[in-house]
């Protein structure tokens, strides 16, 4: 049975608001909203000290959730809140709000960075594949509080943007509370959870968060070509997060058959799809399909996810596993790093000892791409950092710096001046290939390192 179409759900808040319609939902799903649907504060009521609360990564956050939540700091003592990469500048993270809230960061980014350096928040190690995992087998998960687009007919909703860990943690909640917004893009795959296995609902009309594109500089186009001279046509692709992997997708879009298996969807897979790059024909899995585990981009790029059936999102378990990824053929992962050493460890996620982001992804596509059938991968970095005062090669990695990417699972390191290609070669070789493409003015001085360390 089909509800009258001149209903629809009274908007929770702000000023009661009417906004989301559902003119094809049979009755009894109706009803269930209807009675699932509570204020926001009353949502957060279920909050309890000491519990686990997890959100979504990135743009998947519930902002009406999180500040209902913070509101309460009064009452709550010691809530742990989990999440991957925060957006939005959270109440909760302010320092005032120690006492009663204590993030614990899956990915450090400029929301929470200051707090994980200052020891106000945690920091969670792990390669992506296994964060489902972890939800599983270590960590109970109290309340999960997540955005979601509009229920479907069915009863269905789409965690859209954010697939990856957040429908296993879901799965795993004592209580799920969901944040209803018509501007989460409706994905496919396995991205769906159903009416019924939702506590409360709340509604929310904000924008999707936006991730602007970064601006390219000459360097990075030069380091996008040099990229793409080396992926062949009906490769599958893998692009991380920043200006260089734009700029590769950039210098992609005059290659053909390409296909796209990625953690993170963005708008330069977009530009590569609209330039006819990207047909996913080649593909091993999926052909014709994009696969991701989650996005973060414009709204151009949420527009074009919205019910694609070229898109499907699923669990970074499955998208990010070695096995999996390993199987594509010509599959070819890109990503950048912060400072790599004459061996080729690669640390991507400190700078010394300072946390800025996380192990994320690189790992596991790095590892992945190296079992594929004619598969490669590339590490991008620029030669030098502070207006080329610094060299980003380095004889030794910086007091206290994490490796996150292994000498072992290294293919090709790339920066302006070229790309060394280290997989297969000896110490020695590495050494005097990274020497090359390292900036002119720090040369000679790696030089005389590497003759110190006995690797030339």
Known sequence: MSIDLSRDIAFAYPENKKLIFYPKVRKNLWDLYKRKLVAVEEAVQVIKSGDNVV???????????????????????DVKVHQMLPIREASYLKPEMNRSFRHVSWFTSGSNRQAVNEGRADFMPGHFHEYPYFFQKYIDVDVFMGTVSPMDERGYFSFGVSVDYTTTAASQARVIILEVNPNMPRTRGESLIHISEVDYIVENNNPIPELPIPALTENDRIIGGFIA???????????????????????????????????????????????????????????????????AGTKRLYDFMNDNPLVEMYPVSYVNDPYIIGQNYKMVSINATLQVDLLGQCASETIGPRQYSATGGQTDFARGCLRSPGGKGFIALHSTAKKGQISKIVPMLHHGAVVSCSKNDVDHVVTEYGVAKLRGKTARERALALISIAHPDFRSELRAAARKMDLI
């Open 55 to 77: 959100l979504p990564l990135g743009c998947g956050e519930p902002p009406a959730l999180l500040e209902a939540m913070a509101r309460r700091h009064h009452e709550l003592e």
């Open 229 to 295: 001279e080396l992926v062949e046509d009906g490769s599958t692709i893998q692009l991380g997060i920043g200006a260089m992997p734009n700029a590769v997708a950039e210098a992609l879009q005059s290659k053909k058959n390409l296909g796209i298996h990625t953690e993170m969807v963005t708008d330069g897979m977009v530009d590569l799809v609209e330039s006819g790059a990207v047909t996913g024909s080649k593909k091993t899995l999926h052909p014709g399909k994009i696969i991701g585990s989650f996005a």
